[in-house]
């Protein structure tokens, strides 16, 4: 399999995350974000978004969109699950409660603060520190929406004993958090989520800094 990405973007790293838990090596191929690579003409061809990740299967199939990449692997490859199985309902309460969290970052936190997005800002044109606030403050909202979230769940992870797609969204957005400038101490759940999450080889693995295109 090949996956399509960048060092820095939450989307794949979300990904990396998820092929680290189950075990799977893939390639990796880097197009650059701030250069335009996602722009190229044979990468619109197989991802007609202009976005990252996309993922190239064995059999031949891309792949596009974090969340639905994530749930792929997910069911070719069931063990560790990142989403609760079974047919009752607490399980399908759980299944809900996870992929609402996952979607409040991937849909409405994540989008509003994208390269995208920026550039068009700073094309109004609007000053970098405009910009940057602007990212800053959809972040901080958002996850501050996400603490609340998790007000009535165990830990150590969002939802209990084990990573789910929840902490593969959480873990990276928190990443980009820094980036801008957020006050993480509002968020202290959050922070011992992602305190659980850190030292497992999984997620270490995946963070910007180590992957082949870091800068
Ligand atoms: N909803 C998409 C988001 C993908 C996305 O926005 N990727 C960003 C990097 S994190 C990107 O490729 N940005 C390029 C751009 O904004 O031009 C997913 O979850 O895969």
Same mark, same amino acid.
């Given at each position: 399999?090949?996956?399509?990405?960048?060092?820095?973007?939450?989307?794949?790293?979300?990904?990396?995350?998820?092929?680290?838990?189950?075990?799977?090596?893939?390639?990796? $191929?880097?197009?650059?974000?701030?250069?335009?690579?996602?722009?190229?003409?044979?990468?619109?061809?197989?991802?007609?978004?202009?976005?990252?990740?996309?993922?190239?299967?064995?059999?031949?199939?891309?792949?596009?969109?974090?969340?639905?990449?994530?749930?792929?692997?997910?069911?070719?490859?069931?063990?560790?699950?990142?989403?609760?199985?079974?047919?009752?309902?607490?399980?399908?309460?759980?299944?809900?409660?996870?992929?609402?969290?996952?979607?409040?970052?991937?849909?409405?936190?994540?989008? $509003?603060?994208?390269?995208?997005?920026?550039?068009?800002?700073?094309?109004?044109?609007?000053?970098?520190?405009?910009?940057?606030?602007?990212?800053?403050?959809?972040?901080?909202?958002?996850?501050?929406?996400?603490?609340?979230?998790?007000?009535?769940?165990?830990?150590?992870?969002?939802?209990?004993?084990?990573?789910?797609?929840?902490?593969?969204?959480?873990?990276?957005?928190?990443?980009?958090?820094?980036?801008?400038?957020?006050?993480?101490?509002?968020?202290?759940?959050?922070?011992?989520?992602?305190?659980?999450?850190?030292?497992?080889?999984?997620?270490?693995?995946?963070?910007?800094?180590?992957?082949?295109?870091?800068?």
């Amino acid at each position: 399999m090949r996956l399509h990405g960048y060092f820095r973007s939450s989307a794949a790293w979300r990904v990396r995350i998820a092929l680290n838990l189950k075990g799977l090596k893939v390639e990796h $191929v880097a197009h650059h974000l701030r250069h335009g690579g996602q722009r190229a003409p044979d990468y619109l061809k197989l991802q007609p978004q202009g976005l990252v990740p996309a993922l190239e299967t064995d059999h031949g199939t891309v792949l596009v969109q974090s969340l639905a990449i994530c749930e792929w692997l997910d069911e070719g490859w069931p063990e560790p699950s990142l989403l609760p199985r079974g047919p009752g309902a607490a399980e399908r309460d759980l299944r809900a409660r996870i992929r609402g969290f996952a979607q409040a970052i991937a849909c409405d936190i994540h989008p $509003v603060q994208n390269l995208k997005v920026l550039s068009r800002l700073r094309a109004v044109p609007l000053p970098e520190d405009v910009v940057s606030a602007w990212a800053r403050d959809v972040i901080q909202e958002g996850l501050t929406a996400c603490e609340a979230l998790l007000g009535g769940e165990e830990g150590p992870f969002c939802f209990g004993a084990t990573p789910t797609l929840a902490d593969l969204c959480l873990v990276p957005q928190l990443g980009n958090a820094r980036r801008f400038g957020c006050d993480l101490t509002v968020v202290p759940r959050l922070m011992a989520v992602e305190a659980a999450c850190s030292p497992l080889p999984a997620f270490a693995e995946a963070v910007p800094s180590r992957q082949s295109d870091a800068e």
